[in-house]
């Protein structure tokens, strides 16, 4: 704890730095603004990279201190460096897309300013080392990914915008009441793999922390009660700021309720308490009700937004059995799902941008018109499903014998069972946007065909989403080692 | 990997071909043609290979560790051989039959890249050594053939899809849901490993192994035919092009077949309850086939309803197999010998449905009749597919039949000696006896029906006159209706079924032989008399009730005489007795959506609605306030100010191009936005919540400090 590592300021600052100058610098085309945002992205990724192949034990800043007792202070672990890797990847990709989409924008310097600086900010939460660090740099992304939201500036987008920032705050300061309660014990808040806390037999008041905490946090992975953010604040962001709300940020509330649960309070206090059998019925229900509103939802953008819904809380069930299967299950659900929906997203956008059309009974014979997007868009979709041999039949695979390993009564088989009807209502809700997109019936009008495929900016990030989305399915070996060992040091 | 990578070869190298062959599409339509058929052709001669080259105990088998998390396995034994060998002769008879059948069809690059992927993925499900990889397979045939199916694209193609691609779906993850569970029980679900685990655990597992064998019964059974999960079988055989519902028909089915035979012989063998399960379900399959088959107007719907029917045959001898335990000899040949006959014969019956349907574009049987006059190979091939799956005697459908009869009837011998109680107790002696009685009559009358509809379509193609004999005479004109290549097609799939029947003994028998181990079948203690009396006198009963059935049904009720004085067919099928119209679609797409949306609703507005009371009570938005009516203070302070400065540089500086900005309009303007989306923020909940959020942070980092 002691060697200092300058260099994990390095991805935190950089884009954060280069965010806030863009406010400043004046471009004198479009061009030289997206070399910039790209030069910063990809040093981001690089640098992100470098850190997560240096050994564990030296990357460690402690070098801050706000007061006595509050501590700033970075580690990266695995786990870190999964999600760190993750974000900039994505922030990467969806960047890349998102200089098309953005061209019909206005403001596009604003966005790009704010949406640097939530990377960084993604950066600093995924390295912190404490849950006080870890709150800070939430309510920063919070904060500044508001601007993301409200884009626009429609009635409506402000709208959303407060929507968000309303559910936000009241999840952060759950997860506040909480972090009080467990300091008021006493206890200093480092994150350690099996949890620092782990009383065998907690109190009623720890086990409330613990349960605020999931909640808080929950909020951002649109988890049932708190999820309404979601479906409003989709639709009216412009398509990369949705995609990374959806494939990253919801992300950010998973990690939280990772280290709070695994790394602070310990799955050992949790298993077997009121706590843990309301969590797992919380995301149960998520589960079912998000993809039943996606299924029943007309728009695009608001489908795609109330299937993430669901699809995160695949992740939250699998945290919340606590059993190592279903903790790897969920962590490469993580992976897996912030890949697939970050690509529906985009090909939502490119749909958007290059035809206008919003609703899904519009998109009659789109598959003609834009061929590799939509084919990217019926891969994915086919990976959400759950279709082997794609990545998230693998991932659900783990999820569901991880659940009937756990032999919690009634509830480790309830699991699986909502997960497989909530996988048909999926295939309702995505397969039926494919097919009507390729197979527009006989009397389509081939002669009036128009090719509005996107240039390669937006379809490049697509491609490479789409292919890692199936690839890492066939060959999940390495990934599913790395996070082996992650359940195996906190279960 | 460890073994022999060409097992991977058989199953990776079609999709890769598909690939290979949409690209070539683009350029060359021909090319990707003949491309395919080199494909299925090469896998075919692979497969041939295998087939002529394997001796017992020399099983070839390919571990490919890692992927999809579990890895796969895939394996050549006999029984694997020859139903691998069947997919690659089905694929490469139609693969080249498509070249004319979708001469002028729009969208042939995808149909040829689907037809390809769903080849080699069926390779997969029969090559499959662990019910992992089954299931991996299974879920990509099922999606990929779905593509073959719509083709056309024509409405009630697509609502066919769609009932075809729910079933799958849906049979797709109950089944995942019955494999999960059999994994968490038996901890293994490599093929070889998981009887004598499940012979093991079944003890104190029973109740968890009879949910997930019936969850994994649930999904193949929905895509082998069974009842109740028949419905898209009738449905989506007529709307494919014909050699897709060849496939479908033929070998597809039979991958849902081949699951319920690895529960049935993995997890239940000789499990006499399992047995009559699944004996039940067979029966039911089996007469409502039959049944629908005789009423049908359509050609292909005739053939689809067939395939139902002959299908349950096979569960049928699934379920004796179970029942008959130790002595199942007969059952195990018998169902292996009906797959594969049937493969061949659902081939060559709709590739013969198929020349019809690509000469006319129509398949009511009184549009189509009398087409075949005339037309000797088409007569052949038709007329060889009929008496195949009639069960007339020198003909193979007889031997599989006759030893699936002979299966019952021998339990039923069993019975009343006694023995039979033994495996199968819900009743012991004369009373279960006297229900396999029953069960061997409704076998033979079902026999009977195949007979009957196989002659009402045979007379309709071949005999009778259509109606109009302008129509009929130009269908007699017709004679170049195929060409050489489909011709040869047909002819050579039509000339192997009499082959089998004539020689079962050096033939079926030894396919039997060859497979029977799968299913840990025995060679019967002495050779089965195919021709004997006995075994002729089942056939004999099935024709002449056949031609009953045939007479007094078809012709007496179906046919009804117009004002014109021409016969015509009419529908006596009750419309409205649909079971997806009548109770799926209700269900599954009205009353269960709905109710659950209802109750999701409620869930999803629940918080939001809280946001909404407290909007509408504690925080009112600010109405009215209209914008005041002059003087942004501030922008009009600062906007002076620098109008000044401004005046003042145009004087000094700027003097050749001077400055021309009104600054407080400029900032009027944007303090009016500004102000505006602050009215916004400020009159919010979110705002509200956000100050006191900043409050409690600021109090609490005052009280870290001061402690």
């Known amino acids: ?491 | 990997m460890i073994g022999n990578p060409i097992l991977l070869l058989l199953v990776v190298g079609p999709m890769a071909a598909a690939v290979i062959g949409y690209l070539i599409g683009r350029v060359n339509k021909s090319a990707r043609d003949y491309f395919a058929d080199a494909v299925t052709i090469l896998t075919f001669l692979a497969m041939a290979f295998f087939f002529l080259t394997y001796k017992e105990g020399q099983e070839v088998s390919l571990v490919v560790p890692e992927v999809c998390g579990m890895g796969l396995s895939f394996k050549l034994d006999g029984f694997r051989i020859i139903f691998a060998s069947v997919t690659a002769f089905m694929w490469m008879m139609t693969t080249i039959f498509s070249k004319e059948y979708l001469a002028h069809a729009r969208n042939r690059n995808r149909y040829y890249f689907f037809l390809l992927v769903t080849f080699g993925a069926t390779m997969g499900v029969f090559l499959s050594d662990d019910l992992f990889t089954t299931f991996v397979f299974f879920e990509i045939m099922s999606l990929a053939s779905y593509v073959c199916v719509i083709h056309d694209e024509k409405k009630e193609t697509m609502y066919a899809g769609a009932v075809y691609l729910a079933v799958a779906v849906i049979g797709g993850m109950v089944t995942l849901m019955g494999l999960l569970m059999l994994y968490h029980a038996a901890g293994t679900l490599q093929l070889d490993a998981l009887l004598s685990v499940c012979e093991e655990i079944f003890p104190e597992n029973a109740r968890w192994l009879y949910i997930a064998g019936g969850c994994i019964l649930f999904g193949f059974g929905a895509k082998a035919g069974m009842y109740p999960l028949h419905i898209w079988l009738p449905m989506a055989h007529p709307v494919a092009p014909a050699p897709a519902s060849a496939l479908l028909s033929g070998i597809i089915t039979k991958t849902g077949i081949f699951g319920v035979i690895v529960i049935s012989s993995r997890i239940f063998l000789h499990n006499g309850y399992w047995g009559m399960v699944i004996l039940l379900f067979g029966v039911i399959t089996m007469m409502l086939g039959g049944i629908l088959a005789v009423f049908s107007l359509d050609l292909k719907r005739t053939l689809a309803c067939s395939s139902m029917s002959q299908l349950g045959f096979i569960f049928v001898g699934i379920g004796m197999q179970g029942l008959l335990g130790e002595e199942n000899a007969l059952a195990v040949r018998g169902t292996m010998l009906h797959m594969f006959n049937h493969s061949n014969l659902k081939l060559v019956l709709f590739m013969a449905a198929g020349v019809v349907v690509m000469n006319l574009h129509k398949l009511n049987l009184n549009d189509i009749r009398g087409f075949g006059r005339k037309k000797p190979l088409l007569l052949y091939t038709f007329l060889m597919g009929s008496l195949g799956i009639g069960g007339i005697p020198l003909f193979n459908g007889y031997v599989s039949k006759t030893l699936i009869h002979e299966s019952i009837v021998e339990y039923i011998e069993l019975l009343k000696e006694g023995h039979g109680a033994a495996t199968f107790a819900f009743a012991s002696g004369a009373g279960t006896a006297a229900l396999f009685k029953v069960i061997e009559w409704l076998f033979i009358i079902t026999g009977a029906m195949t007979v009957a509809y196989m002659t009402k379509l045979f007379i309709v193609l071949f005999v009778e006159k259509n109606s109009d004999p302008e129509i009929q005479k130009k269908y007699e004109a017709k004679t170049n209706y195929c060409n050489k290549v489909t011709a040869a097609v047909l002819a050579i799939t039509a000339t192997i079924l009499p082959i089998l029947g004539v020689l079962p003994t050096m033939t079926l028998d030894k396919l039997a032989d060859m497979g029977q181990g799968f299913m840990f079948g025995v060679s019967p203690h002495h050779a089965v008399h195919y021709f004997s009396l006995v075994n002729l006198k089942g056939g004999l009963y099935s024709i002449v009730i056949g031609a009953l059935i045939y007479v007094v049904i078809i012709r007496g009720w179906m046919m009804v005489k117009m004002k014109t004085g021409t016969v015509v067919y009419v529908n006596r099928w009750p419309e409205r007795l649909d079971l997806l119209e009548l109770v799926y679609y209700p269900i599954v797409m009205i009353i269960l959506p709905n109710v659950a949306a209802f109750i999701c609703r409620c869930m999803d507005f629940m918080m939001d609605g809280l946001i909404l009371l407290a909007r509408k009570t504690t925080h009112r938005q600010l109405h009215g306030g209209k914008n005041p009516p002059k003087g942004y203070r501030v922008s009009f302070w600062l906007g002076g100010i620098f109008n000044t400065v401004t005046l003042w540089l145009n004087k000094t500086i700027y003097k050749k191009h001077p400055l021309k900005r009104d600054y407080v309009l400029r900032f009027a303007e944007k303090e009016r936005v500004f102000k505006d989306a602050n009215k916004i923020i400020v009159a919010s909940v979110s705002f509200s919540l956000l100050m006191f959020g900043i409050g409690i942070i600021i109090t609490v980092l005052y009280l870290f400090m001061v402690r």
Request: hydrophobic share 55%; proline share 5%; with cysteine.
């Open chain 1, 1 to 491: 704890m002691d060697i200092n590592n300058y260099f994990l300021l390095f991805p935190v600052l950089l884009p954060i730095i280069a965010g806030v100058l863009l406010m400043f610098i004046k471009f004198g085309k479009r061009e030289h603004m997206q070399l910039y945002i790209l030069l910063i992205l990809v040093i981001d990724l690089a640098s992100i990279g470098w850190i997560a192949l240096q050994p564990e034990d030296t990357l460690t800043l402690s070098q801050f201190f706000i007061a006595e007792g509050l501590h700033v202070f970075f580690h990266v672990d695995m786990l870190s460096k999964i999600f760190s890797v993750l974000i900039a990847f994505v922030w990467l990709m969806v960047g890349i897309a998102s200089f098309e989409y953005m061209a019909h924008e206005k403001n596009e310097q604003r966005f790009y300013c704010f949406y640097l600086v939530v990377g960084g900010v993604l950066s600093a939460l995924a390295f912190s080392g404490n849950l006080l660090t870890m709150y800070v740099f939430y309510e920063m992304m919070t904060l500044t990914s508001m601007p993301l939201v409200m884009h626009n500036l429609s009635h409506e987008a402000i709208m959303a915008g407060l929507k968000y920032l309303f559910y936000s705050v009241a999840g952060a300061f759950m997860v506040l009441f909480g972090f009080f309660l467990f300091n008021a014990e006493g206890r200093v808040l480092y994150f350690a793999p099996g949890g620092i806390i782990n009383e065998p037999n907690p109190s009623g008041i720890m086990l409330f922390a613990v349960f605020l905490m999931i909640i808080g946090f929950g909020t951002k992975a649109g988890m049932f009660p708190m999820h309404g953010w979601l479906p409003t604040a989709h639709p009216v962001a412009p398509a990369p700021a949705s995609a990374v709300l959806s494939g990253v940020i919801t992300k950010a509330g998973v990690l939280g309720i990772i280290r709070s649960v695994y790394y602070v309070a310990g799955p050992d206090m949790i298993k077997g308490t009121w706590v843990q059998y309301t969590w797992i019925i919380l995301s149960i229900l998520t589960i079912f009700m998000g993809s039943m509103m996606a299924y029943k939802e007309k728009v695009l953008k608001k489908r795609l937004a109330y299937s993430t819904v669901s699809q995160v809380s695949y992740i939250l069930f699998g945290l919340s059995v606590m059993q190592p299967i279903a903790f790897v299950g969920a962590l490469m659900h993580v992976i897996f799902h912030s890949l697939v929906k970050n690509t529906l997203f985009v090909s939502a956008g490119a749909i958007i941008c290059k035809t206008g059309k919003t609703k899904v009974r519009q998109l009659v014979g789109i598959g003609k018109e834009m061929p590799v997007t939509m084919w990217c868009f019926t891969l994915v979709s086919l990976t959400l499903i759950g279709i082997p041999p794609t990545s998230a039949f693998v991932s659900k695979w783990y999820l569901i014998f991880g659940a009937l390993d756990s032999g919690i009564p009634g509830l480790s088989w309830v699991g699986p069972v909502v997960l497989l009807i909530s996988a048909l209502l999926t295939a309702g809700y995505l397969l039926t946007i494919s097919i009507k997109a390729f197979f527009p019936g006989e009397d389509y009008d081939y002669t009036k065909l128009v090719n509005h495929e996107p240039t390669w900016r937006m379809l490049l990030p697509m491609v490479v989403m789409t292919a890692l989305a199936v690839i890492l399915g066939i060959w999940p070996a390495g990934l599913m080692k790395i996070f082996a060992d992650i359940a195996a040091s906190v279960l």
